[in-house]
């Protein structure tokens, strides 16, 4: 079965559209990566400053082979002037979970 990925981003309010827009921004970035097979990003709706970032992957290799490669360019390019923007995420844990059990609507 697949594997999970969740990144656990702390974001301030004032960094919140910022993370959002660079997200949106980057919209098929991963689509086409061996083994990719599904993204989210999810929006804290209360009481809490972190959001998730959710992938599954069909191995654990396709996503190591994605962070070694795609995701780091995707993280490691620079701004006008030569200087990365500044980070919108205060802090960032990264969460490893195996697919045991998945459901999916039934057909009617």
């Not at 990144?7 to 949106?24: C, G, M, S, W």
């Not at 030569?82 to 960032?92: C, I, M, Q, T």
Request: hydrophobic share 35%.
């Amino acid at each position: 079965m697949s594997i999970v990925k969740i990144n656990v981003l702390t974001v301030p309010d004032e960094q919140r559209e910022v993370l959002e827009k660079r997200f949106a921004s980057r919209a098929g970035s991963v689509e086409n990566s061996d083994g990719f097979e599904w993204f989210e990003l999810l929006r804290p709706a209360e009481g809490t400053d972190q959001y998730l970032v959710y992938t599954r992957w069909a191995s654990e290799a396709d996503f190591d082979k994605w962070m070694a490669t795609s995701m780091r360019g995707a993280h490691g390019g620079s701004a006008e002037g030569g200087e990365r923007p500044k980070p919108a995420a205060s802090g960032s844990t990264l969460w490893s979970f195996e697919v045991v059990q998945q459901a999916a609507p039934k057909k009617g």
